[in-house]
C-alpha cells in the first residue's frame, strides 16, 4: 500500500451522509473527494459504495461490487476518471460560494463534524489570516 509518495493507507470509507470517499494515510493526513466526481461511482448504491478495498497494485482503490478501480496517485492528482469523464466534470454545476451545501450553517456543522470524525484532522479558514493554521478549531 505504500506508493511512489511515501506513504501508506491506512484506510478508505465511504460516507453516506456526507457522500464523500475518505482516503486516510499513516502520516494522518485525510484526502476527501465528493463521490460524484469519481468515474463509475454516479449511480452506486450506499451498499455498493460502503464496499471498499485496497489493493498493492499502485496503490488503487477498488469497488469490488461495482467493478470500479481508481489509482491513488491519479486522485491525488486531480483526475477522477478517463479523458471523456474529466471533460464531462466541466459542465457539472458547483457549490456557490457563500452557500451552505447541507442547507442551514448549523446542519453543515453537524454534518462537517460526523464526518470529520478525527483528532488528527487539520482545518484552515480564510478569516484566520494569511499562513495561519487552525487546529481543531484553535489557533
Known amino acids: 500500500m505504500t506508493a511512489k509518495f511515501g506513504r501508506r493507507i491506512v484506510r478508505v470509507t465511504y460516507s453516506k451522509a456526507m457522500d464523500r470517499v475518505r482516503i486516510i494515510f499513516d502520516d494522518r493526513t485525510i484526502y476527501v473527494i465528493p463521490r460524484r466526481l469519481l468515474e463509475g461511482l454516479e449511480n452506486a448504491a450506499a451498499r455498493e459504495l460502503a464496499r471498499i478495498e485496497i489493493l498493492d497494485e499502485g496503490p488503487v482503490i477498488s469497488w469490488p461490487l461495482l467493478n470500479v478501480k481508481h489509482k491513488v496517485s491519479n ?20 457549490a456557490i460560494p457563500g452557500q451552505p451545501m447541507f442547507g442551514s450553517k448549523r446542519k453543515k456543522a453537524e454534518m462537517r463534524r460526523q464526518f470529520l470524525d478525527d483528532r488528527y484532522v487539520v482545518r484552515t479558514s480564510r478569516h484566520a489570516g494569511a499562513g495561519a493554521v487552525l487546529v481543531g478549531g484553535r489557533r
Open 75 to 94: 486522485l491525488l492528482n486531480g483526475s477522477y476518471g478517463g479523458r471523456r469523464w474529466m471533460v464531462s466534470l466541466e459542465s457539472m454545476p458547483r
